[in-house]
């Protein structure tokens, strides 16, 4: 085969695979009623509870870098000496989003070549999605990294399920919009099933975008408007959350990244997988591997490796504030005054961000931001309610 019959840009790629994974992966009205019922948590519209944000509850604060790629996911395959090579890195802000969809079409091209043994690099939320997705068809992985949970880029992800910060609207291909939109229609499916299971700390939420303006509805959120329960769009109302008049709101998962990839991790160790400390500088020290199929899930470092100058770090940080048993929604927003703002509630604290900084390299924090966001939550819980 060639390697452009591989590459999944081509709608003949994506019409197979489509045909035996859409159906059954949207959602109807009748099930966001059940989804709703199921997740424990309070009908879209109902009265929030304000957070505490202030100084004296932060618990944490962390910076954790994007691997964001201009024209999208790169998810391909291609070689590297006489080894099969799959590309599949460059998720942005949606890499734990997105995660069961890539590992299955990823790994839907490495069973195509029929290999035992696959070597995967990178030990991210990717990474391991990739192993399990494979190990589930009876090959042998190995997972090469520099590092592993806890000590990943995902470790660090917000992991609110809604896939963003994916690519730049004037670089995206209508092929790779295809395929993101598959991509997260196969994540959601998978995500659902490991809902309200605390091993793997995945639990409903409702969540909310709001402006302070009209917001754009004509084009569906990635993977279509039917993966988010109980949505409503640009909805106006006098009495909006935080004095914003213009809001759309779902039920949608939030993940524990620190619970959840910890999960994985033994799920694949448990099946005999093997991680190996490893780190990669060239091409040649991919091809020096011993197994005959490689996925590339490096993120930020393939890179550097394959000399992909479209992905750059889009810098993320967060704050935890201490825990609040009441707070079951999330939301974000541009806000005039105090800029971007988000927060999604976790059971081990409520996490507060507001920075998508591309290009930017930094992984110290840096206390004017935790200022800043600290702030900005406090001045919107003031008005919960108002």
Known sequence: ?????????????????????????TTTPSQAKVFSKYSQVQPIGSPIAPIQ??????????VGLRPFRKPGPRLEASSIGNKYLVHNYGHGGGGVSLSWGVAEIAAGLIRQQGSGEVGIL?????????ALELQRSGLNVTIYAKDFPPYTTSNIAGAMWHPVTLFEKDQVSPQTMQMLHLAAQIAFKRFITYAND????????????????????????????????GLVRNQSNQNAMFGMPYYDAYYTLMIDPDIYLRALVNDFRS???????????????IANLPQSSIVNCMGLGAGKV??????????GQLSFLL???NIDYGYAMMHPNHGLLYSFPRKAGILIGGSVGKGDWNLGVDESEVKRMVKGHAMLASLANS
């Open 122 to 130: 990178g030990s991210g939320v990717i990474g391991l999605s990739t």
């Open 271 to 285: 099946a005999g997988g093997k991680m190996v400390e490893q780190s990669f500088e060239s091409p040649e020290d």
């Open 306 to 315: 394959f000399n992909d100058e479209s992905i750059i770090p889009a810098r």
């Open 53 to 62: 944000s202030s100084l004296d509850r932060v618990t944490r604060s962390v």
């Open 198 to 229: 605390t091993r793997y700390g995945v639990t409903w939420i409702r969540q909310h975008g709001l402006s302070n303006k009209p917001m754009d509805s004509s084009n569906p959120y990635i993977g279509g408007d039917a993966l988010y329960p």
């Open 1 to 25: 085969m060639h390697r452009r019959d591989f590459i999944f840009g081509s709608s003949a790629a994506v019409a197979a695979l489509s045909s035996g994974v859409l159906s059954g992966c």
């Open 323 to 325: 825990p609040q048993s």
